[in-house]
């Protein structure tokens, strides 16, 4: 097939989709769960840490949208780590759900029916093949039980899993295991955002066990640094 044919193809058949309810996967979206200057704010603390002694962490990648774009921006700038992806890959656990409704008053349903739920493992390292990436080493695991001393140092963690216990848990392992010029960043830590304000309390909880001030950066990046 001539590329002056399949450009044809592709345009009949990009017609029939956008005149379906398929329509919409055939255009680019936005597919990220951080704006752009989030995006961009994640790269720099990318940067910061380049010589920083230790790993990269993503803890809740989902299926690996931001994990391509740090990645991507890795490659550019010649930022070359460990970088270890930690994940359910089933979406959220049911006994995190249950503090959820129990203790904060949220609705069980709405997480048990959340996108996130929709995932595999396999599909994420899909992901990170069609994009050429090689450094990316996932694991599946409940983030709230795992060692992370065992991927220490860390010089950068970005800590996405929403709800409030594998975020309060998680912290308290990350910070041990995290470089003393390392920076670890929690997402979520919106006030406003009552469905994943999980991440919000937990973060405020651990700053005050730190005996730090809240440092949050584009509405909802919350930062953390050792002290001493």
Request: hydrophobic residues 40%; negative net charge.
């Amino acid at each position: 097939m001539t590329d002056r044919l399949r450009t044809f193809v592709r345009s009949i058949y990009t017609e029939i989709l956008l005149r379906t309810r398929l329509g919409n996967y055939c255009l680019p979206r936005w597919r990220y769960n951080f704006t752009a200057p989030q995006l961009i704010f994640l790269c720099s603390c990318l940067d910061k840490t380049k010589e920083v002694p230790g790993s990269v962490v993503e803890v809740g990648c989902a299926i690996g949208s931001t994990t391509v774009f740090l990645n991507k921006y890795m490659d550019a700038e010649n930022i070359e780590k460990d970088f270890f992806c930690l994940d359910t890959f089933v979406g959220f656990l049911d006994e995190h759900i249950e503090y959820e409704a129990r203790e904060r008053g949220k609705s069980p349903e709405f997480y048990r029916t959340s996108i996130f739920q929709l995932n595999k493992k396999e599909w994420f390292d899909e992901t990170m093949k069609l994009n050429e990436i090689k450094r990316v080493q996932s694991i599946q695991v409940d983030a709230s039980e795992f060692d992370f001393s065992k991927l220490g140092p860390i010089s950068m963690c970005l800590l996405d899993v929403d709800l409030y216990v594998p975020t309060k848990k998680s912290l308290c392992v990350i910070y041990e295991v995290l470089h003393k010029d390392g920076i670890l960043i929690v997402d979520d830590c919106d006030p406003d955002c009552q469905l994943w304000d999980g991440a919000w309390q937990a973060y405020r909880e651990f700053m005050d066990q730190l005996n730090q001030p809240i440092h949050i950066v584009l509405d909802k990046l919350g930062i953390i640094k050792r002290s001493g």
